[in-house]
């Protein structure tokens, strides 16, 4: 089988992990051939050297020049490579389809900001209504109707179908959830060591995109404030820099003597030196489809928080420590009950692990089974 995969617009650290996970799933197949297309960047560029003495890989890159090029690069260049190559399957990775091309097409949904309508209300209280037109609306209809005409999706988690629900009609479409997490139990670290008598670590990751609204950053602002007033003994460990933050008007500078500023941090290594002792991993995020940043405290063996939504427990389970999204005080509060109910850390974190074992293990664990069932049907 030949199966065009398209990867275009993915190059963020999130996307090429989880990127590289199908690469290494593809490799276990030798029968089939992968045309693999691309944008031109940094983190694509290290991936096409890392594979590209594999036989049966072929890779087309181009450069990004914005969402109407794709769209004529996808529906009229494809058409084009798929006739010249003999295409059986393209597989979106993108989550984007093509209009005119009647070739089989599986579609990866792994970007839910079009459909969140809690997001869409924050647009709305803020007065961005231009902006949502923008970033949003405009972009929803474009996915909306490559979603109309798709039948086979690939979701990384449940939740994912219902938020899609909310927007267009789902019916008749067939959806494959499927792991793009290793649960293998020695990524799996032992829980840290808690002791809220010393200065509790709070580590926040995001890059340099953390003023849009989907991040939600003023949640985490506001609660470190709080804190600070209750003169709690603590530091911030973030993925930003000092100039990136000092400027913004979602950031605090009154808790600069407390953070620090640790920018885009580029090893494995470093970051896992991170997942200390006493370390608590907090995300603010409106919407995810899988929160890779929250994943991989959880599987480090730090306490985590996140927002009280449909996603949180539906990809790290029941047991996770929530708050209110917005709601004044409600993480300094999930904070503050963590430190002073004196919660058995330990049992909490095994408890995460155990879940988001049990999750990922009920999903499809190889994106081949998913072609296999794609060509079948």
């Not at 020049?65 to 399957?89: A, M, Q, W």
């Not at 209009?99 to 961005?128: E, W």
Request: proline content about 1%; overall charge positive.
């Amino acid at each position: 089988m030949k199966i065009l995969i398209n990867a275009l617009g993915i190059q963020d650290s999130g996307g090429i992990t989880v990127f590289e996970k199908v690469l290494e799933e593809l490799l276990l197949n030798k029968e089939n051939q992968y045309i693999i297309i691309a944008n031109n960047n940094l983190n694509i560029n290290i991936l096409i050297t890392k594979y590209k003495n594999i036989d049966f890989f072929e890779f087309i890159t181009i450069p990004s020049k914005g969402f109407l090029h794709r769209l004529y690069y996808e529906n009229i260049k494809f058409k084009i490579i798929i006739e010249e190559k003999n295409i059986d399957l393209i597989y979106n990775f993108s989550g984007s389809s093509q209009f005119f091309i009647k070739t089989t097409q599986l579609i990866k949904i792994h970007n839910l900001l079009f459909y969140s309508k809690k997001l869409d209300a924050i647009y709305i209280k803020h007065n961005k209504f231009i902006l949502w037109l923008k970033q949003i609306y405009l972009k929803r209809i474009v996915f909306k109707a490559m979603m109309n005409k798709g039948k086979y999706f690939e979701v990384q988690s449940s939740h994912v179908k219902k938020y899609l629900s909310d927007y267009a009609n789902i019916k008749n479409k067939n959806f494959y959830i499927k792991s793009d997490i290793d649960v293998s139990p020695n990524l799996f670290l032992k829980p840290k060591q808690y002791d809220f008598n010393k200065k509790i670590k709070f580590f926040f990751i995001v890059g340099p995109h953390f003023e849009y609204l989907h991040k939600n950053f003023k949640d985490f602002t506001n609660a470190m404030s709080e804190l600070k007033k209750q003169n709690l003994n603590f530091e911030i460990n973030i993925t930003l820099t000092k100039n990136q933050l000092i400027n913004s008007t979602q950031w605090n500078n009154k808790l600069n003597k407390y953070t620090n500023f640790l920018g885009y941090i580029n090893t494995k290594e470093k970051m896992n030196k991170l997942f200390c002792d006493n370390t608590i991993l907090i995300s603010t995020s409106i919407i995810e489809t899988l929160g890779l940043h929250i994943i991989e405290g959880i599987k480090n063996g730090v306490i985590t928080i996140a927002p009280k939504e449909e996603y949180s427990k539906s990809v790290y389970g029941k047991n996770i420590i929530t708050y209110d999204l917005f709601k004044d005080k409600s993480l300094s509060n999930s904070i503050f009950s963590i430190i002073n109910t004196k919660i058995n850390c330990k049992e909490y974190i095994v408890k995460l692990q155990e879940d988001l074992k049990t999750n990922e293990k009920n999903k499809y664990n190889n994106i081949l089974d998913i072609f296999e069932k794609v060509k079948n049907v």
